[in-house]
């Protein structure tokens, strides 16, 4: 079974700084990528950003240039931890933030995706 585990949501004022981060545990062989979704009230989930087991990112272009997703381990060890490194917050970056991880191999075979329990981003103005 897989888990993926959030943590660093909380409030901030607009201009600052904050830094999430997600952890995946279980008996994992290997995952194919990991990203960040958010979404805010009224509003559907969509992709911040996105690193591949290769080390490739994407971003959305509302937070390109603000934010920077990352990992702990070199690119030839099993990626499991990803962070969000959130810089110059906007009132429109509040917003439930969850975790993903797509492709997952597990000792039970693959796993199309994992889902974190989510994390609250509140930027007040």
């Known amino acids: 079974q897989v888990q993926l585990v959030e943590s660093g949501g909380g409030l901030v004022q607009a201009g600052g700084s904050l830094r999430l981060s997600c952890a995946a545990s279980?008996?994992?062989?290997?995952?194919?990528?990991m990203g960040w979704y958010r979404q805010a009230p009224g509003k559907q989930r969509e992709l911040v950003a996105r690193i591949t087991s290769g080390g490739v990112t994407s971003y959305a272009d509302s937070v390109q240039g603000r934010f920077t997703i990352s990992r702990d381990n070199a690119k030839n060890v099993v990626l499991r931890t990803v962070h969000l490194q959130m810089n110059t917050l906007k009132p429109e970056d509040t917003a439930v933030y969850y975790c993903?991880?797509?492709?997952?191999?597990?000792?039970?075979?693959?796993?199309?995706?994992?889902w974190g329990q989510g994390t609250q981003v509140t930027v007040s103005s």
């Open positions: 993903n991880a797509e492709k997952i191999l597990t000792a039970s075979g693959y796993v199309a995706d994992s």
């Open positions: 279980g008996t994992i062989f290997s995952i194919n990528a």
